[in-house]
T-cell receptor, first 112, second 113 residues
């Protein structure tokens, strides 16, 4: 079965600083990968998804970007963080041909 | 477009009470339906799923039946425990082959001893 790793687990960053969150996947190859954000007390918002290396689709316009430099690595970045970027960021993986997504433990980001 | 609507929380129950969390959906065709659970401070875990009409998904005492006629996938458990306290998300598999899931807004369940 798949295992999704995310780090860091918690991050406190000042406004205007850069961001890099990493997600890696074990136990599968050529997965579809997803970044979600969960704001406090709210549901999940899909930010980006990727069907392969270098292929990124953005779901909502925002201050963030994503990259997939390797098959099982998905990175979420920002050049300058905003207060509104605070939230709980979840990475998910889906094996080709299946519908179930498996989630990582998440990164809690607080922008001050 | 596709959407999922869950009952608003929080839902507060005493231990051993019966649980129902309502979920209805709007979709073209017959999408697969899911319930995910998020324990405090953690990511989401798949709880159960159903892939076609009248299927019943079940896990850890939780059940949900795919009802095409009412476009619903309500989550039930006969006797909740304090350890069931969590946020529950209903979701459907969107159309196309991108695998995108469309989530409801989540329902917080708090079980008191």
């Amino acid at each position: 079965s798949q295992t999704i790793h995310q780090w860091p687990a918690t991050l406190v960053q000042p406004v205007g600083s850069p961001l890099s969150l990493e997600c890696t996947v074990e136990g599968t190859s050529n997965p579809n990968l997803y970044w979600y954000r969960q704001a406090a007390g709210r549901g999940l918002q899909l930010l980006f998804y990727s069907v392969g290396i270098g292929q990124i689709s953005s779901e909502v316009p925002q201050n963030l970007s994503a990259s997939r430099p390797q098959d099982r690595q998905f990175i979420l970045s920002s050049k300058k963080l905003l207060l509104s970027d605070s939230g709980f960021y979840l990475c998910a993986s889906r094996q080709e041909g299946q519908e179930t997504q498996y989630f990582g433990p998440g990164t809690r980001l607080l922008v001050l | 477009g596709n959407s999922v609507t869950q009952m608003e929380g929080p839902v507060t129950l005493s231990e051993e009470a019966f649980l129902t969390i309502n979920c209805t959906y709007t979709a073209t065709g017959y999408p697969s339906l899911f319930w995910y659970v998020q324990y405090p401070g953690e990511g989401l875990q798949l709880l159960l799923k159903a892939t076609k009409a009248d299927d019943k998904g079940s896990n850890k005492g939780f059940e949900a039946t795919y009802r095409k006629e009412t476009t619903s996938f309500h989550l039930e458990k006969g006797s909740v425990q304090v350890s069931d306290s969590a946020v529950y998300f209903c979701a459907l598999h969107g159309s196309g082959n991108t695998g995108k899931l469309i989530f409801g807004q989540g329902t917080t369940l708090q079980v008191k001893p």
